[in-house]
């Protein structure tokens, strides 16, 4: 007979441990709001970009060539008034040249391999950039490529525009607590989102349709450069305000 009074007894024992399991924390309210911000600041440089092509039957050759004929850019964009550390290599290539099709179908003969040597010219003369782009597009040994504008201090901009997003964030968070008759509590997560400029490039098509000889290209440099940034801000959901 004591086995099962035993067996009883450790059945009793053991409901009363099963029933006092905690329960699951309740999850806090919370505010959470993306903010979006904007800056707008003056552009200190442009960078023109140009490309010295050569071809020629061997790698070798093209190679040589393009090393003469960049010589020469060089000599004509310093005599232009740029200085050489404003000049830089942003990219050289050497490929087998395409074939070509002449319009009876017949393949057009031309040499074997091409040498692309890209350059970025550096100018802080905005209102001279039309001029210097006019007088690439006169060379016969560059091609002009496009234009860019850009800051000395880019995360100034990134910065700012962040400051302005977490103050629409707060705002917003604020409207919305105040209708809902509550208050924003602690500052719970910060989740950052991107922040990039936005420059609108000038239309090149007019340019390089511009016959050689052109003085000037018209260029307007940007008044502006904008960066434009969002970050989602959540904040704990207090009592009436």
């Given at each position: 007979?004591?086995?099962p009074l035993l067996a009883a007894l450790s059945l009793c024992l053991a409901v009363?441990?099963?029933?006092?399991?905690p329960a699951p924390a309740q999850r806090e309210p919370t505010i959470s709001v993306m903010g979006t911000g904007?800056?707008?600041?003056?552009?200190?440089?442009?960078?023109?970009?140009?490309t010295?092509?050569?071809?020629a039957d061997t790698v070798a050759q093209a190679t040589a060539a393009n090393n003469t004929a960049t010589e020469r850019v060089l000599a004509r964009i310093q005599g232009l008034g740029i200085k050489?550390?404003?000049?830089?290599?942003?990219?050289?290539?050497?490929?087998q040249t395409p074939?070509?099709?002449?319009p009876d179908g017949k393949e057009i003969k031309t040499p074997k391999f091409s040498a692309n040597h890209q350059l970025r010219i550096t100018t802080r003369d905005l209102d001279g950039v039309g001029r210097l782009a006019g007088e690439i597009l006169a060379s016969g040994d560059m091609t002009f490529q496009s234009v860019t504008f850009g800051l000395d201090r880019?995360?100034?901009g990134g910065d700012k525009a962040r400051e302005a997003a977490v103050r629409d964030a707060r705002r917003q968070a604020e409207v919305y607590a105040a209708a809902a008759g509550v208050s924003l509590g602690r500052l719970l997560e910060i989740?950052?989102?991107s922040a990039q400029p936005f420059e609108p490039q000038p239309d090149m098509r007019m340019s390089m349709a511009m016959a050689k000889g052109a003085e000037s290209v018209p260029i307007v440099p940007p008044a502006t450069i904008r960066y434009t940034a969002n970050v989602q801000l959540v904040w704990e959901m207090a009592g009436k305000p």
């Open positions: 007979m004591r086995l009363p441990a099963f029933a006092q399991a904007e800056a707008e600041l003056k552009p200190d440089f442009a960078r023109i970009h140009v010295v092509a050569t071809q050489r550390e404003d000049i830089r290599t942003a990219n050289f290539q050497v490929f074939p070509q099709v002449g880019q995360e100034e989740r950052d989102g």
